[in-house]
């Protein structure tokens, strides 16, 4: 005769019951303690529930029994505290979430323990300063956000503190005067934007300090295209080349 399978369930879990884990509430909710496993029975989280929802302290761990994230509930709402960690145990990631959508100041970090990135957000929208860090720790890029587009100033620095560009944002395009700086300080490329295409006067000079060339634009439209084409191959290509070389903590920094 065979056993139904409900009657093997329930003396599987029996065990569980009693000791008062993965239960559930009269409404079919969780409550109390709860565990889950992977298929291999190896632990996948802990936690305690609620109404169906976690309180206090959940932990969270990867096929490999190691800790991989911690998220510390707020009683009573859908906010917490989260950190995630590297396979080492080193920290990896800080900040709240709120229903399940970043919250407030995040920090990232390497796996060697320096912060290579802050973001602030406003309910899942990069919201206010971001900054990227070298890992060495000095600071890299800065930038400001409003309801996730960059908007205000970006100053991007090289490793020893020289400023290398300033320029700035308007609702996600660049707009207003753009500088790069060779490092020491002296001027590379001084110019403007007007709501994401050059305008007016482009000057490039070289590291020693000399003006190398002028080119005019009218809102995006080139001028002089034979002296754009003129020094083009020559000087402007290669400064191009080097745009956006900083090392961005946002790409990958493990």
């Known amino acids: 005769m065979r056993t139904p399978n409900f009657i093997l369930l329930a003396c599987m879990l029996a065990p569980v019951w009693l000791n008062g884990q993965n239960a559930l509430d009269s409404n079919g909710l969780r409550t109390g303690p709860w565990k889950g496993y992977y298929a291999d029975s190896t632990l996948r989280y802990e936690a305690v529930f609620s109404k169906g929802k976690p309180v206090g302290l959940?932990?969270?761990?990867?096929?490999?029994?190691?800790?991989?994230?911690?998220?510390?509930?707020?009683?009573?709402?859908?906010?917490?505290?989260?950190?995630?960690?590297?396979?080492?145990?080193?920290?990896?990631?800080?900040?709240?979430?709120?229903?399940r959508q970043k919250d407030s100041t995040w920090h990232y970090m390497g796996s060697n323990?320096?912060?290579?990135?802050?973001?602030?957000?406003?309910?899942?929208?990069?919201?206010?300063?971001?900054?990227?860090?070298?890992?060495?720790?000095?600071?890299?890029?800065?930038?400001?956000?409003?309801?996730?587009?960059?908007?205000?100033?970006?100053?991007?620095?090289?490793?020893?503190?020289?400023?290398?560009?300033?320029?700035?944002?308007?609702?996600?395009?660049?707009?207003?005067?753009?500088?790069?700086?060779?490092?020491?300080?002296?001027?590379?490329?001084s110019g403007t934007y007007f709501e994401d295409v050059k305008d007016g006067d482009w000057n490039y000079y070289s590291e020693a300090g000399e003006l190398v060339s002028v080119i005019s634009y009218d809102k995006g439209t080139v001028l002089n295209p034979a002296e754009l084409e003129r020094i083009y191959e020559t000087f402007i290509k290669q400064l191009e080349a080097t745009e956006g070389t900083i090392p961005d903590p946002a790409l990958g920094w493990e």
Request: aromatic share 16%; net charge negative.
């Open 58 to 99: 959940m932990k969270r761990y990867d096929a490999q029994g190691s800790l991989t994230a911690t998220m510390d509930f707020y009683p009573g709402t859908d906010r917490c505290f989260a950190e995630t960690y590297y396979s080492n145990g080193n920290l990896k990631t800080q900040g709240i979430y709120d229903d």
């Open 113 to 189: 323990g320096t912060v290579r990135m802050i973001e602030n957000y406003d309910t899942g929208t990069l919201s206010g300063v971001t900054e990227t860090f070298y890992p060495s720790g000095e600071l890299s890029r800065r930038l400001h956000y409003r309801e996730g587009a960059r908007h205000g100033p970006w100053i991007q620095f090289f490793e020893n503190g020289d400023t290398m560009l300033v320029s700035s944002y308007l609702d996600g395009m660049l707009h207003g005067p753009y500088n790069t700086f060779y490092q020491g300080k002296k001027q590379q490329i």
